[in-house]
Structures are given as C-alpha cells and as structure tokens.
C-alpha cells in the first residue's frame, strides 16, 4: 500500500493504487514456463521415419526350438522333456553350445508367470540368448 504524504506534517493520507509491478514478473515468470513446458507435454508427435534396409540376420542351421505347450509339457526340438531333464535335453540339441540362441514357442493360452519359470529353468540352465516365437501379423499400420 503506498502512502502520500499530506500538507500537515505527521499526518498521513492513504492512496488506493496498486503497485502492479510484483504483480507482472510473477505472471511474466508464469509465461515463461508455460512457455518451455508446453512442447515437452506433447505424446503423440507424428514423425516420419526413414526405412532401414537391414540384411536379416543369419540364421542356424538347426535352430533349437523349446515348445511350452497348452497342457504343460515341454518338447524339446520335437522330444517331449520333463521340467528337470530341460538342460540335458538343451546340451544334446545344440552340441553343449550356450552360446546359442534357444528359440521359445508357448502358447497363447499359458499365464505369464508360467512363461517366466520356464524363462529362469534354462537361464538356469546355461542358455542366456532366449527368443521368444510368435506369428506374424498380416494387419500392417
């Protein structure tokens, strides 16, 4: 509140004016950051991204296939494999080698969680490079 000092020494009249100065570094201050958030609120960016002619990745010549199946068992290659001979039935398909890919076909209908245990069974195991199998889907963007 600002005061003016009136003709009469120790009296004092008060002015009903605004000091509007405090009033604009706070909106201007509000401006500038709104100014600098709203571009990082943006999700959806339509970005047009170039293609990558990439030569697909070589593949083995017997791959090695664990297949999960709907009623739970497992096969190895085309052999049904109990849970606790996974590793053994692993070493004689891919020659002893853990340095190759496994390629893991479940199905739809099996729960994450059971995926996930036989996921830890051959990274227990010795097999670390395990790729998950699934169709292709024919429906593009």
């Known amino acids: 509140m600002a005061i003016r000092l009136a003709k009469r020494p120790f009296e004092f009249e008060e002015t009903h004016e605004i000091n509007v100065t405090p009033f604009i570094d706070v909106i ?3 401006l500038i950051i709104f100014m600098v958030a709203a571009p990082l609120a ?3 960016v339509p970005v047009n991204l170039p293609s990558a002619s990439v030569q697909p990745a070589a ?12 009623d739970r068992t497992l096969a190895v290659g085309e052999d049904t494999v109990a849970r606790a001979e996974i590793g053994a039935a692993l070493d004689a398909a891919s020659s002893s080698d853990r340095g190759q890919r496994v390629l893991l076909r479940a199905d739809q209908t ?4 059971e995926v996930m245990e036989l996921m830890n069974l051959l ?19």
């Open 28 to 30: 201007l201050v509000l």
């Open 59 to 70: 593949h083995p010549d017997r791959p090695v296939f664990v297949t999960f199946k709907a």
């Open 42 to 44: 943006t999700v959806d």
């Open 110 to 113: 099996l729960s994450y969680g």
């Open 123 to 141: 990274r227990n195991a010795g097999y670390l490079k395990v790729a998950l199998v699934a169709l292709e889907s024919r429906s593009g963007p």
